[in-house]
């Protein structure tokens, strides 16, 4: 018998094998996200979309508590703690639905559960976190401003003593889930440096008026935060972490499931591309038969393969504790951006079909536009592996 007679057959959606890497358990993470995202998120999302809103955002949030989706590679408190590559499987699957959706997730696990769990003390973990990893309560994460996105040093966000309280004021913007959290983990200025504060989102003085008018992740809640006079006692600073490496490191997390995420988008698209190139018919046959569509085709498999090869490797990375983030700078640079290439890619295919939200192509295509800058822009990841490839900092 020849060596290539006990091959395995080519399979069109795992050209790779990656899936060959994944233990049984990595499968049954990501079957069961990808089950309820097909159940809940699929037949709605384009509709929330048009509209501009995610209408069951509180009733999908306790579904994503009841299978483990929030705060899933945390432990203890309620939280499933599942490895870094069944996260990154499960944004994927998320965000194969909708970037509103894994941003949802995202923020609730990867930064406001991520900062109280890591940074926060053991009363304010008791409180919140198991509340938060069932869906009950919602989480949001304070650190852009309106004039200080990448430059997070110069916020202007500041909170006082005043006898044994802390008293808070300023404004966060581009706040994902601002305007239906009941907590929000604010930065800000102290006399001592740039701290984290656990802020009940019905403490008085506190306000999130949701942004309206997006082009982008119109399928998710974005809010301004407004801090006026905000009172809070002494124990709600988290103990835990002083200076900008509290939401640095947060941002890392986050930024790790985005590099899983960005290629759950890219799916979606290559997939409808794929589907509308062997059913739509030009010149008398499909138009996946023709030169210049398959040269488009196997160029968008192979970015999104190594794409979440890459995101493989760097999963496998973390769960060894060896993530540096350098390295997840250069998963998210990569990855987010081949997405959009894929979307634009795909959105050729579609023709003028492209346009509609009858397929998921521009609505992915508009989302990632956000992605591309949130939790850190293009320019800034450039900046990061610039500064580690040469030793010489850009920054200054």
């Known amino acids: 018998m020849s060596a290539s007679s006990k091959l395995p057959p ?25 089950a309820w995202a097909a159940d809940r998120v699929l037949p709605h999302v384009a509709d929330w979309y048009e ?11 306790r579904e994503l508590g009841g299978i483990g989706a929030l705060g899933m590679s945390l432990s203890g408190y309620g939280c499933a703690g599942a490895s870094a590559v069944q996260y990154g499987l499960a944004c994927l699957e998320l965000e194969a639905a909708d970037s509103g959706i894994r941003s949802l997730v995202s923020v609730q696990g990867s930064l406001a559960m991520y900062a109280i769990h890591r940074f926060g003390s053991e009363e304010q973990k008791q409180q919140w976190l198991p509340r938060m990893a069932a869906g009950e309560a919602i989480g949001c994460f304070g650190l852009t401003e309106p004039d200080h996105g990448s430059d997070p040093a110069s916020m202007r966000t ?7 309280d802390w ?48 082009w982008s992740l119109r399928a998710s809640v974005t809010s301004e935060l407004v801090l006026d006079d905000v009172r809070l006692p002494a124990d709600a600073v988290l103990p835990e972490v002083f200076g900008l490496k509290g939401p640095l490191s947060c941002l890392s997390h986050a930024r ?39 040269a488009k085709l196997a160029d968008m498999a192979v970015e999104l393969h190594k794409g979440i090869l890459l995101a493989h490797h760097l999963g496998r990375r973390m769960d ?28 050729t295919i579609l023709g ?3 346009i509609s939200l009858e397929y998921p192509v521009m609505r992915h295509a508009t989302n990632l536009e956000s992605v591309l800058t949130y939790e850190g822009t293009v320019e800034m990841h450039q900046l990061v592996l610039g500064k580690a490839l040469t030793g010489l900092d850009a920054f200054r």
């Open 10 to 34: 080519f399979d069109p959606a795992d050209p790779l094998g990656i899936d060959d890497l994944l233990e049984p358990e990595d499968l049954a993470v990501r079957d069961t996200v990808r």
């Open 51 to 61: 509209q501009g809103e995610l209408p069951q955002i509180r009733e999908l949030a």
């Open 158 to 164: 500041h909170a006082k003593r005043d006898g044994g």
């Open 167 to 214: 008293v808070l004021n300023g404004r966060k913007m581009w706040i994902t889930n601002g305007s239906v959290a009941a907590v929000a983990v604010v930065w800000a200025q102290t006399e001592d440096g740039i701290r984290g504060f656990v802020v009940p989102t019905d403490s008085a003085g506190f306000s999130a008026p949701e942004i309206k008018h997006k």
């Open 256 to 294: 790790y499931g985005i590099v899983w995420g960005a290629m759950g988008a890219a799916r979606s698209c290559f997939e409808a591309a794929v589907d509308y190139a062997k059913s739509r018919e030009q010149f008398g046959r499909p138009i996946g038969g023709f030169q210049l569509t398959q």
């Open 320 to 347: 060894a504790g060896r993530l540096r983030p350098e390295q997840v700078s250069f998963g998210k640079l990569n990855n987010v951006r081949e997405a959009i290439e894929i979307c634009r890619t795909s959105r």
């Open 352 to 354: 003028a079909n492209g």
